[in-house]
């Protein structure tokens, strides 16, 4: 062994090193510790550590890789959103299996309260919950809406109520006067005014308008004309002299506070201030049954019709003290014969009815809003597929507390504390619940988003003050309610960052120089230019009519006179420009997002319009705003005429549509 000993030590150091790698590879594992445990335990502490040092990073194995696919998405399962995304970019290895492991993603869109009817089966469950994790992250951050303000026609005072329907928005003003708005093109469509004091509205575009009134009468009115013209004005004084004037039902003993009407059942429910809860033959205009002595006045009445005409009709309303729901059975047989009974006739007949037997009403549920008398009325019954939402709130409103129930039973499901001041429950979905409550600074209110499902607060949103017209606040509304039923890839995308933009654009001049370049062009034919930075007006000297640049392109609504017809451009308002809304890819990670309006404006005299030529670097820098929809709308105080519209989108300035 000496002797060996001896030969080895001769050697040189790379030959001793040669010399233990060929005996160690070429022994069995078994073998190779023998050799190498006792060698690595009597050497001296320094080697043991650069030892330790060396060999962490060596043959370290991978145990996700390792694993078989079925214990992977198990060990995954148990990750959340933000935790599988900082793990996918490990390596290229875990990124793919992360990436793939569609079950996943499909748990974390459940969890983040991703709308699941609105994503197709075969969808990329990743990139839904992508998507719907930047409009969490935009609604967190205040940038997921943007704010824009009208201007009505024929609108001298405050806006008292307002309505909303698939696209249009219907209001009243103070002194009494319609106004029926196309959302996607910012044009009025129909003014007329009303003789007597309205009081709430509930309108369908292009059929029927309902108007309650302070004194105690409902009235209805055709807006089937509305798919023929535009704008269309109506300046009679008498009511009984439009020829869309429809119906008038008699009557409440008091204001009617609210009406729903459904043109399939043929049915009209109003409740007031008579305590009264009255139901109408929507085309006869008489009323069919008086539900009467409830325990106060009638603030809210909703009516849930069964459109299969298998089962029953329901109607929910609200009292300051209670909230109930009846219901009667529908028409089982769809191809009967239904007459109307005419006025002076009973309610009774022989035929079935459209809205059916309603002679078997009978009150289902209840649920009490002030047990012991120590609640304080909080206006807000709103309903969704699911649920029924109300707000119980202490009397000295310091303590509120959001109720959600089954819609069908009238359970229980959600009871959610909340530690401020409620003003309105505005809108429930089956995920989040709108609210609005008293805002941080004077004349002003906060809308506050609530995830029932965790009982968060997912966001809030500062808007005007708008002063209550009626218990329920008619002088609110909210518009499309899809996105409380969860997010997801049907809602805009967020936008993109103004750097990002710029970076693809580098050969795109300035924005400065570009409007400069075009308010000289302007100046040079006369016109006097307004350069702001969020956008550009040009306004002549003089009686002009409009022109709005858009794109490279030039419209003029030729409007002459008052009394002159409307020609097929939008008249009656100038409408905010288009404005660039630009993609910010950094949303998720909550960084301020940007992006930059052009706006041109000019006027011609006569029926000669300004042609303009816009440079290609202008046309660059627009692009359309990416779709958006309607989330409220509200009269402002102390503003005559001016309505406050609240929109989904990912735009920081505020558009204005100006009076003509």
Avoid at 83 to 100: D, E, G, R, T, Y
Avoid at 610 to 625: F, G, N
Wanted: net charge neutral; aromatic share 6%; hydrophobic share 40%.
């Amino acid at each position: 062994m000496e002797k060996v000993r001896q030969q080895v030590e001769a050697l040189g150091v790379q030959e001793q090193q040669q010399l233990i790698v060929d005996l160690i590879t070429s022994s069995a594992p078994e073998v190779q510790l023998n050799l190498l445990l006792p060698s690595v335990t009597a050497a001296a502490s320094y080697v043991k550590w650069r030892l330790v040092t060396n060999l962490q990073g060596q043959d370290t194995p991978d145990l996700l890789v390792l694993l078989p696919p079925e214990l992977q998405l198990e060990v995954l399962l148990y990750l959340d959103g933000p935790s599988l995304l900082h793990a996918s970019q490990v390596s290229k290895m875990w990124h793919s299996i992360i990436m793939n492991l569609n079950e996943v993603w499909l748990k974390q869109c459940r969890r983040l309260g991703v709308n699941m009817s609105k994503v197709p089966g075969w969808a990329d469950w990743h990139k839904a919950y992508i998507t719907s994790l930047r409009q969490q992250v935009s609604l967190k951050n205040g940038t997921a809406f943007s704010e824009r303000f009208m201007q009505l026609q024929n609108c001298k005072k405050a806006v008292k109520a307002v309505d909303y329907q698939d696209g249009f928005l219907c209001t009243v003003s103070e002194e009494d006067y319609i106004n029926i708005w196309q959302l996607d093109m910012n044009i009025p469509v129909m003014t007329f005014p009303v003789e007597r004091a309205v009081s709430c509205i509930k309108f369908h575009p292009n059929s029927l308008l309902l108007c309650g009134h302070f004194v105690g009468t409902l009235t209805s009115w055709d807006l089937s004309s509305m798919s023929q013209s535009r704008c269309t004005v109506w300046e009679h004084s008498n009511t009984r002299d439009h020829d869309n004037f429809k119906n008038r039902f008699k009557m409440h003993a008091g204001p009617v506070f609210s009406c729903d009407f459904s043109e399939e059942l043929d049915l009209l429910v109003s409740g007031g201030a008579d305590e009264c809860l009255k139901l109408w033959s929507l085309s006869a205009g008489v009323q069919v049954k008086s539900l009467s002595n409830q325990d106060h006045w009638v603030l809210r009445v909703i009516l849930i019709p069964d459109l299969s005409l298998t089962s029953k009709h329901d109607i929910v309303y609200m009292t300051r003290e209670n909230v109930k729901k009846i219901s009667w059975p529908s028409i089982v047989k769809r191809d009967c014969e239904c007459n109307v009974p005419e006025k002076g006739a009973g309610s009774s007949a022989s035929s079935p009815k459209p809205y059916g037997v309603i002679e078997k009403i009978s009150d289902n549920f209840k649920i009490s809003l002030n047990e012991g008398h120590t609640n304080f009325f909080t206006p807000g019954l709103q309903f969704s597929s699911k649920y029924i939402g109300i707000i119980k709130q202490d009397a000295e409103e310091k303590h509120a507390n959001l109720c959600v129930f089954d819609i069908e039973t009238f359970k229980l499901e959600h009871n959610i504390s909340l530690n401020i001041k409620v003003k309105k429950l505005l809108a429930l979905g089956n995920r989040y619940a709108l609210l609005l409550t008293m805002g941080s600074v004077l004349y002003s209110s906060t809308l506050v988003i609530i995830d029932i499902v965790t009982t968060k607060i997912i966001g809030t949103r500062s808007i005007p003050h708008s002063k209550m017209t009626t218990p329920d606040g008619a002088q609110l509304v909210v518009g499309d309610v899809e996105w409380l039923n969860g997010l997801g890839m049907h809602l805009p995308e967020p936008a993109r960052s103004l750097s990002a933009f710029q970076a693809e654009n580098s050969n795109c001049a300035t924005r400065t120089g570009i409007i400069a370049g075009a308010g000289k062009k302007l100046a040079s034919q006369g016109y006097r230019t307004e350069i702001s930075v969020s956008s550009m007006n040009t306004v002549p000297h003089g009686n002009t009519q409009n022109i709005n640049v858009q794109h490279n392109a030039v419209s003029c609504p030729k409007r002459k006179h008052k009394s002159d017809e409307c020609c097929s451009e939008p008249c009656g308002s100038e409408t905010a420009m288009d404005h660039t809304s630009l993609d910010a890819s950094c949303c998720a990670r909550g960084d301020t997002q940007n992006d930059f309006d052009v706006a041109l404006h000019a006027e011609c005299a006569g029926d000669q319009c300004l042609m303009m030529d816009i440079s290609p670097e202008l046309k660059a820098c627009q692009a359309l705003e990416q779709p958006s929809f309607l989330v409220l709308a509200a009269g402002v105080l102390n503003e005559p005429g001016r309505l406050f519209t609240l929109w989904w989108a990912q735009s920081r300035h505020t558009h204005k549509c100006k009076k003509e």
